[in-house]
């Protein structure tokens, strides 16, 4: 199984260059999200689609744009890459609907910027 | 502000003892309490939920978690620890009536279990 699948793992960028992280989930799921996580500080959430042609900021949305392409996948740009978004990036999906539903998470792209 | 606290940055245990991970959370309303888990390198794996109903969730990997609505805790625990416990844990709160869905998670606590 799948579940969700993020690309690519591992992403060398130099500062100002731009990227964008693809993402996608095979479970027909209806909310997806886009975190980072830093060390001591947990996973903070950088956007996130309630359902399919909704997007919404999260806690650190500056720097970053999203685009929910369908219901499948959501993919999180970088339009001038700062040391600062340095970071390993988790997209994670969910049923949505309910708020007691499970979010599940890809492997995560590991991101550093020079 | 709606938030999850875990006190501990890091816990040891010898193995074959018992285990507890510590969190704690503040939200309006009634909340959704989550477990997860990180291993190296790799992304967060889902442990167990409390939703309503028995305070004692049990999960994967023989771990369970104690809902106490007083003290505003969702503690972590396994009865006895094997070195491959060895890992981050999240603790993760969703208020109630949150239509986003979105997570609030704590900080992370790292549990070392030593041979």
């Known amino acids: 199984n799948a579940g969700v699948t993020q690309t690519p793992k591992f992403q060398v960028l130099k500062t100002g260059q731009s990227m964008t992280l693809q993402c996608a989930q095979d479970?027909?799921?209806?909310?997806m999200y886009w975190y980072r996580q830093d060390p001591g500080m947990g996973l903070r959430l950088i956007y996130y689609?309630?359902?399919?042609?909704?997007?919404d900021k999260g806690e650190v949305p500056n720097g970053y744009n999203v685009s929910r392409l369908n219901k499948r996948e959501f993919s999180l740009r970088l339009e001038s890459a700062a040391p600062s978004q340095t970071s390993v990036y988790f997209c994670?999906?969910?049923?949505?609907?309910?708020?007691?539903?499970?979010?599940?998470f890809g492997e995560g792209s590991w991101l550093t910027v020079v | 502000a709606q938030s999850v606290a875990q006190p501990e940055d890091q816990v040891n245990v010898a193995e074959g003892n018992p285990l507890t991970v510590k969190c704690t959370y503040s939200?309006?309303?009634?909340?959704?309490l989550f477990w997860y888990v990180q291993y190296p390198n790799r992304g967060l794996q889902f442990l167990l939920k409390?939703?309503?109903?028995?305070?004692l969730v049990k999960g994967s990997y023989g771990f369970e978690a104690e809902f106490n609505k007083s003290q505003t805790s969702f503690h972590l625990k396994k009865p006895s620890a094997l070195v491959s416990d060895s890992a981050l844990y999240f603790c993760?709160?969703?208020?109630?009536?949150?239509?986003?869905?979105?997570?609030?998670f704590g900080s992370g606590t790292r549990l070392l279990v030593r041979p």
């Open positions: 409390y939703i309503t109903g028995d305070n």
């Open positions: 479970m027909n799921h209806n909310s």
């Open positions: 994670a999906s969910s049923e949505g609907g309910f708020s007691g539903n499970t979010i599940y």
């Open positions: 689609s309630a359902s399919e042609g909704t997007t």
């Open positions: 993760a709160v969703r208020p109630w009536m949150d239509s986003s869905y979105k997570l609030i």
């Open positions: 939200v309006s309303g009634n909340p959704y």
